[in-house]
């Protein structure tokens, strides 16, 4: 089992500019996040999917949109990228929406740069 | 409204000796807490949760937490620190909400010296 891989690893953006990030998971989970990393902020939650055909917007969905392709899938799409966009972007996966004990699962992350 | 709080940016502690990661605790519910690990370039990697029963959870490598409701605390601990051990702990409390995601502390680098 890979567990939760992101595409690419690094990434250079123009102001402007649109990109998608890729995330797939191969443990069958039903449940997708999508965080951005912000030194001395921690992890802050952009979008989720609950299940496949959900999606909700979480803490800091602004300039995002997201995808549940199928239940592997989840991609993050920046349409105009702005500065304030540059971040490490983690997904994540769990396994049941709505069950408060389940552990999320991280994938390496992609380090976005927007000049 | 869930939060964490790591009042620490900067843990350092010699080889073998024991070390302490704090953590401190905000719901208005039954706190689910968890800890994860980053290492350099890396994503973050689970280590320990606290649901219920036990005030001593063991986790991964080593790692333990006690949680403390009194003290609305759940400071991650191991007895024996490596230089392996060095990276940044992230302590983070389930949301109650639909999203069921987590909630970050801001994190603490570990430095174990040699």
């Known amino acids: 089992n890979a567990g939760v891989t992101q595409t690419p690893k690094f990434q250079v953006l123009k102001t402007g500019q649109s990109m998608t990030l890729q995330c797939a998971q191969d443990m069958n989970h039903n449940s997708m996040y999508w965080y951005r990393q912000d030194p001395g902020m921690g992890l802050r939650l952009i979008y989720y999917?609950?299940?496949?055909?959900?999606?909700d917007k979480g803490e800091v969905p602004n300039g995002y949109n997201v995808s549940r392709l199928n239940k592997r899938e989840f991609s993050l799409r920046l349409e105009s990228a702005a500065p304030s966009q540059t971040s490490v972007y983690f997904c994540?996966?769990?396994?049941?929406?709505?069950?408060?004990?389940?552990?999320?699962?991280f994938g390496p992350g992609t380090r976005l740069l927007v000049l | 409204a869930q939060s964490v709080a790591q009042p620490e940016d900067q843990v350092n502690v010699a080889e073998g000796n024991p070390l302490t990661v704090k953590c401190t605790y905000s719901?208005?519910?039954?706190?689910?807490l968890f800890w994860y690990v980053q290492y350099p370039n890396r994503g973050l990697q689970f280590l320990l949760k606290y649901i219920t029963g036990d005030n001593l959870v063991k986790g991964s490598y080593g790692f333990e937490a006690e949680f403390n409701k009194s003290q609305t605390s759940f400071h991650l601990k191991k007895p024996s620190a490596l230089v392996s051990d060095s990276a940044l702990y992230f302590c983070?409390?389930?949301?109650?909400?639909?999203?069921?995601?987590?909630?970050f502390g801001t994190g603490t680098r570990l430095t174990v010296i040699p």
């Open positions: 994540a996966s769990s396994e049941n929406p709505g069950q408060i004990r389940e552990t999320q699962y």
């Open positions: 983070a409390v389930r949301d109650w909400g639909g999203a069921n995601n987590l909630f």
């Open positions: 719901v208005s519910g039954n706190p689910y």
């Open positions: 999917s609950a299940s496949e055909g959900t999606t």
